[in-house]
């Protein structure tokens, strides 16, 4: 594990990553039909996720090629392997985030021509906990460089948990969160398009649109609480922790219409991701014995993943056969 005084990064390199990330927002939000109500084809989900990849790809290109000239192949190479880790890490993590956005829309019977401009905004409201749980946990390890067992302890604790109740569901009927909006706020019948607010007979009354998105930023919440530990198993320069996680959030959305409705194919994914975990956490636990490389993690964490998809996938079709 690095040291944050390792961090490479500029105040122009920060200023120019945040200027790219606000101009694809803005692309999306009043160019590429985000003001616009309509249901996202599985086309227009995977050219997204296409894109969203190479982006990433091509960020940690570019950041080997910057290194490479600035503090030579031994650094670019190490800083580039800890960003594609981070990033695997992240976008596997954020999966299971997907999995709780199906059972969200499910229960309140969202229309899909209503899902993307909500999951804008989560996403919105995703990157700026992320931003601030990414400056807190680098000042914890700064000051307390013990906190990264702790935070080794909780991600095996969460994994393990993650795995007795992979096979739970959720009952957000009983959601205190939920139920507290409920009997605090004034909720009409029915959606009125995507709006979250709306006026009747001069009073304001919230839209179920308006308890989905909190519900929503709740579990980005939740998320980030799990993955922001997990990457400091891997890197604790905050440029890098901060690039990746971005990355994988900004692909999260695409990745869910397209993956929506398949969902239930993915049924061993979750096991897979509660083994990264302990993987991770297990990883931290043991860096005053073991340095494991970057490259060991990186294979590993990509084949739990891939693993964990291709079981699921013939699992399913194996009982569709049946």
């Known amino acids: 594990m690095t040291s944050t005084a390792d961090s490479f990064a500029t105040g122009p390199m920060w200023a120019g990553f945040l200027l790219f990330v606000l101009a694809m927002l803005a692309l999306d939000l009043f160019v590429f039909g985000g003001r616009k109500a309509h249901r996202v084809s599985v086309k227009e989900a995977l050219a997204w996720v296409i894109a969203w990849v190479s982006l990433a790809l091509s960020f940690a290109g570019l950041l080997w090629w910057y290194l490479n000239g600035t503090q030579g192949a031994e650094i670019a190479q190490k800083k580039t392997l800890e960003f594609l880790a981070g990033y695997l890490i992240e976008q596997s993590l954020s999966v299971d985030n997907m999995f709780v956005f199906v059972m969200i829309f499910t229960y309140f019977a969202v229309p899909p021509e209503l899902q993307r401009r909500v999951l804008l905004y989560g996403v919105l409201g995703a990157i700026v906990m992320r931003a601030a749980m990414i400056l807190a946990g680098v000042w914890l390890v700064q000051q307390f460089a013990w906190i990264l067992y702790v935070f080794g302890a909780f991600l095996v604790i969460t994994g393990i ?102 969902a239930d194919r993915f049924h061993l994914l979750k096991y897979g991701l509660a083994i990264v975990l302990v993987f991770i956490g297990t990883k931290m636990l043991m860096a005053p014995w073991f340095h494991m490389p970057i490259q060991w993690s990186l294979s590993i964490v990509a084949t739990i993943i891939f693993v964990s998809v291709i079981a699921s996938l013939l699992l399913s079709r194996r009982k569709k056969e049946a």
């Open 161 to 262: 948990k993650m795995l007795v109740f992979a096979e739970a569901e959720p009952d957000l009927e009983q959601n205190p969160l939920l139920r507290w909006l409920r009997g605090h706020l004034r909720i009409t019948s029915g959606f009125h398009g995507e709006a979250f607010f709306i006026r009747q007979n001069g009073l304001l009354w919230a839209t179920p649109m308006f308890l989905v998105l909190v519900l929503i930023e709740a579990s980005d919440l939740v998320f980030a609480v799990d993955s922001i530990p997990a990457i400091f198993a891997v890197t604790t320069d905050p440029f890098i922790v901060f690039t990746s996680n971005i990355f994988a959030i900004m692909g999260l959305r695409a990745l869910y219409f397209l993956l929506a409705d398949m």
